[in-house]
């Protein structure tokens, strides 16, 4: 029996060690795909802006339970037009990066003027023409919110917004609850087909914060529209993104 017990307790103390090994060893993000400037920028702490289109292509790797529930959304959506937006800084200097950043997400009328330039009109315009909250509930370090948000040229998008914070990790995700209707002319989005995700979460050393956006919309993909609807969609989803990674 003795010799049983040291046994099982060996192998269950092998199995531990070869999971954290195993891990430890994961990338943070699978970089293959990357061009030499982005994972130039990447290792610079620049913020890196990809497009690209399916969930399939995600670089993230599943490393932190922040990073699986991001996948797994955005995963299960099916989008149709994705980008992912990155960012990673060192922990040491942004202690108070969690607070800052939480304290920006929720201000909803901030959201106004937030500045979108318009590659197909060659000027700039408010990303936001009004946000307004119908209700908010907190509990504990969950917030949850409704919102009306208006974005031309899809008028008002009635908008779910979650968050939840931690020790260095932060999840923030919003959904649209209506239709989206290009100037009114066509739906080119159905109710809770429009995701974006912000999450924030550390490095398996502790020494850095990952942050890491996932926009996507699973719209249609008709070769007629998909240049309009992606340039119309992932210029707006990374702009908002990456607007709050830069004001930090």
């Known amino acids: 029996m003795k010799t049983r017990t040291h046994f099982v307790l060996n192998f269950f103390l092998f199995f531990v060690l070869t999971v954290t090994v195993?891990?430890?060893?994961?990338?943070?993000?699978?970089?293959?795909?990357?061009?030499?400037?982005?994972?130039?920028d990447l290792a610079d702490g620049k913020v890196v802006i990809r497009n690209i289109d399916k969930a399939k292509n995600i670089s993230l790797n599943p490393i932190h339970p922040i990073a699986e529930r991001a996948i797994e959304t955005m995963t299960k959506l099916k989008p149709a037009y994705l980008a992912e937006i990155i960012q990673?800084?060192?922990?040491?200097?942004?202690?108070?990066l969690?607070?800052?950043?939480?304290?920006?997400?929720?201000?909803?009328e901030g959201y106004i003027g937030i500045p979108y330039y318009s590659a197909r009109g060659e000027k700039w315009y408010d990303l936001y023409e009004d946000a307004s909250i119908l209700s908010t509930v907190t509990t504990g370090n969950k917030t949850e919110m409704n919102v009306i948000l208006v974005m031309e040229p899809f008028g008002n998008i009635d908008t779910d917004i979650s968050m939840?914070?931690?020790?260095?990790?932060?999840?923030?995700?919003?959904?649209?609850?209506?239709?989206?209707?290009?100037?009114?002319?066509?739906?080119?989005?159905?109710?809770?087909n429009m995701k974006s995700?912000?999450?924030?979460?550390?490095?398996?050393?502790?020494?850095?914060?990952?942050?890491?956006?996932l926009g996507g919309v699973d719209a249609p993909s008709v070769f007629f529209l998909r240049n309009r609807i992606e340039t119309s969609f992932m210029n707006r989803i990374n702009t908002f993104?990456?607007?709050?990674?830069?004001?930090?």
């Open 22 to 40: 195993t891990s430890a060893q994961i990338p943070i993000f699978n970089t293959q795909h990357y061009t030499e400037q982005e994972q130039q």
């Open 88 to 96: 990673i800084r060192p922990l040491e200097g942004n202690e108070n």
């Open 98 to 108: 969690i607070n800052t950043l939480s304290q920006m997400l929720i201000d909803i």
């Open 164 to 192: 939840e914070t931690g020790i260095n990790t932060l999840y923030y995700e919003t959904v649209n609850k209506n239709k989206l209707r290009y100037y009114d002319k066509f739906t080119c989005v159905q109710p809770y």
């Open 197 to 213: 995700i912000i999450t924030v979460f550390p490095s398996s050393d502790n020494q850095s914060l990952i942050l890491y956006a």
């Open 241 to 248: 993104c990456s607007y709050f990674f830069d004001k930090l």
